[in-house]
């Protein structure tokens, strides 16, 4: 294990409620967060249920605090199962058996979401898409988002995402049409942002019907993944 490599402060501006601020911190492919206090007084906590999808808000930095979160990963490879869901895309997952461990706690994937453009707001705004990978465990369920925009960088995220959705778009096109992916070496571990730190909350479902309890771990959109313009525009086409 590494020594500390990031701190950063964040906030999330959640509608008629103080400000939630936290501290992550990122050492190897842990991830702890650390801290949280409220802006104003207030009784919420992040351990409060919050209404999902929340915005995620860099603005009104302050303080230090106290929950910590430890995100192990390691979901291996495998060759995912693609249908176009209308607005949005659904990948199955067939790897490893419970291959995350959030707070002591082991998770297995139960559903991957690849929309357009993002559920959640970053500083108000959606960015051009947003990965999440779904799961769920004994009394427990985690959603872990990864924001992507266009642009140019060629990590192997960011690859891979170009490749499937390239794929998606070619073999995909209409409503309810599925394909196994064809690119090979898949794996959930390349979206997820290395060394990086994240936000937390927790939540609703994000979508329909909006209920339940969720952790969830929400990547910063400038260590989120890039596609390409060309990428974005098919994806455009195939998902609402």
Not at 31 to 48: C, G, M, N, Q, Y
Not at 65 to 75: H, I, P, S
Not at 80 to 96: F, H, I, Q, R, V
Not at 118 to 145: A, Y
Request: charged residues 15%.
């Amino acid at each position: 294990m590494s020594n500390l490599e990031l701190i950063l402060f964040a906030s999330l501006a959640l509608p008629s409620m103080a400000n939630l601020h936290i501290l992550c911190i990122s050492s190897g492919a842990t991830f702890a967060v650390t801290e949280i206090l409220p802006l104003k007084p207030s009784k919420r906590s992040l351990t409060d249920v919050l209404s999902s999808p929340v915005n995620i808000d860099m603005k009104g930095i302050t303080g230090p605090c106290v929950l910590k979160c430890d995100y192990n990963y390691d979901y291996g490879t495998y060759s995912p199962n693609m249908t176009n869901k209308d607005n949005y895309l659904s990948l199955n997952y067939s790897g490893k058996a419970n291959p995350v461990k959030y707070n002591d706690q082991h998770y297995t994937v139960q559903e991957v979401r690849i929309y357009q453009p993002s559920l959640h707001q970053f500083g108000g705004v959606h960015t051009d898409g947003e990965l999440m990978i779904i799961h769920n465990g004994p009394g427990k369920n985690l959603i872990v988002c990864v924001p992507f925009v266009s642009g140019g960088k060629t990590d192997k995220g960011s690859t891979q995402l170009g490749l499937l959705i390239d794929e998606a778009a070619l073999r995909t096109p209409n409503v309810n049409e599925s394909v196994t992916n064809s690119s090979g070496n898949f794996s959930l571990d390349n979206f997820v942002p290395s060394r990086k730190g994240y936000f937390a909350y927790n939540g609703t479902l994000p979508y329909d019907p909006c209920n339940g309890e969720y952790s969830y771990i929400v990547y910063n959109k400038e260590d989120g993944l890039n596609i390409s313009s060309t990428g974005l525009t098919k994806l455009k086409k195939i998902i609402k």
